[in-house]
């Protein structure tokens, strides 16, 4: 199964992003989008590609990857998407283009939350658009957030990020939602966009259970 790394431009805290990168196993594809690149520079990281419109990228680390050989590929300001929904959307093409076939790729994505809400959101609802193609999990020192597709999870506590465990229903309803070893348990119910309800839950056994029928969740493992 392939495996993708995205940095974009938001906030990274580089401690804890090299010492995350230290203990993930090796990308197969690494897409920097716009001023993430500036991050692979100095991490050593070698992109596979970078997008965006490079409004925030220092144009000598533009031109440090151009004359590498790296691809580039450039947008105007005035676009209708985000530089991380093009990045997105780059990895889901190349996951069907370069993927062994066996199921969907995955995608980690640095530098997606920071101090800009509508930034955050967009990438979810981005991640949500391409959730068939990739399993696409952000992660920074507090939250790793998740888009699940209708089926069966089991949720470890030896896998906690943090106590706290939030389920929002993303672009509609989620029904069927069923809850085990958790809590706060459901069984069988609608989350609904429109309330808080899926927010602050935690395990109380040592792998909790959920499973829905319909709909896209955010899983959210939060710590403070």
Not at 165 to 179: D, H, K, N, Q, R
Request: hydrophobic share 40%.
């Amino acid at each position: 199964m392939m495996r993708t790394l995205i940095v974009s431009g938001g906030n990274i805290e580089e401690d804890f992003a090299l010492d995350f990168l230290r203990r993930q196993p090796e990308y197969d594809d690494i897409i920097a989008a716009d001023k993430g690149a500036a991050f692979c520079l100095r991490a050593g990281l070698v992109p596979s590609l970078l997008v965006g419109d490079f409004d925030t990228l220092p144009e000598k680390t533009l031109e440090h990857f151009r004359r590498q050989g790296i691809p580039i590929r450039a947008f105007q300001p005035e676009k209708d998407v985000t530089d991380m929904e093009i990045a997105l959307s780059a990895a889901a093409r190349r996951q069907k283009a370069m993927g062994d076939g066996q199921g969907r790729g995955t995608a980690v994505i640095l530098g997606g939350t920071g101090s800009r809400m509508d930034h955050v959101l967009g990438t979810i609802y981005a991640a949500a658009g391409i959730a068939e193609t990739l399993d696409c999990e952000i992660v920074d020192r507090h939250n790793r957030i998740r888009v699940l597709l209708p089926g069966e999870y089991a949720i470890a506590r030896e896998e906690e990020w943090g106590k706290y465990i939030s389920f929002l229903p993303i672009g509609g309803e989620a029904a069927g939602v069923t809850l085990e070893g958790f809590r706060y348990p459901l069984r069988e119910y609608q989350l609904t966009p429109n309330n808080s309800l899926g927010v602050s839950n935690e395990l109380t056994a040592d792998v909790g259970r959920l499973f829905f029928r319909t709909g896209r969740l955010a899983f959210i493992r939060s710590r403070d």
